[in-house]
């Protein structure tokens, strides 16, 4: 397959009433066979940035592209997102296409992450029976 929307129409919905509303995965789990690439700006001047896909086997890109939700677009051409970042983010389905778009929540900013160390404490055995 090397069209986008041959790929997202063998997509079941999993509630068929929030068909709209919800996420279909993320684009790397439905794009697992294609390389991501993005697109901040355009020469025909799109307002949004878009993503295409190139096939990994064939090395064919794909005629359609991946168009992207207003705020991300926002972010992405601000650098606020990268290209990891939107491989782990939602495609929608809309009123007029496919999409990527924000989670909803729970997404923080990568910079904004504290990695700890992990620290594992000793317990005697003794403690552990009961």
């Known amino acids: 397959m090397n069209s986008v929307n041959e790929i997202l129409q063998t997509i079941t919905y999993r509630d068929?009433?929030?068909?709209?509303?919800?996420?279909?995965?993320t684009v790397?789990?439905?794009?697992?066979d294609f390389t991501i690439l993005p697109i901040?700006?355009?020469?025909?001047?799109?307002?949004?940035?878009?993503?295409?896909?190139k096939n990994k086997l064939?090395?064919?890109?794909?005629?359609?592209?991946?168009v992207m939700?207003?705020?991300?677009?926002?972010?992405?051409?601000?650098d606020k997102v990268t290209?990891?970042?939107?491989?782990?983010?939602p495609v929608f389905h809309g009123e007029k296409g496919f999409f990527v778009?924000?989670?909803s929540a729970g997404w923080v900013e990568v910079?904004?992450?504290?990695?700890k160390e992990y620290k594992p404490q000793a317990v005697a055995l003794e403690d552990l029976i009961a």
């Open 58 to 66: 064939t090395g064919k890109v794909a005629e359609q592209v991946l």
């Open 16 to 25: 068929e009433q929030f068909q709209n509303s919800s996420s279909l995965g």
């Open 28 to 32: 790397q789990e439905i794009f697992k």
């Open 83 to 89: 290209t990891d970042h939107i491989a782990g983010f």
């Open 40 to 53: 901040k700006e355009s020469k025909n001047g799109a307002r949004r940035a878009s993503i295409m896909l």
């Open 69 to 78: 939700s207003t705020s991300l677009t926002d972010l992405f051409r601000a």
């Open 101 to 103: 778009g924000l989670p």
């Open 111 to 115: 910079s904004s992450i504290t990695v």
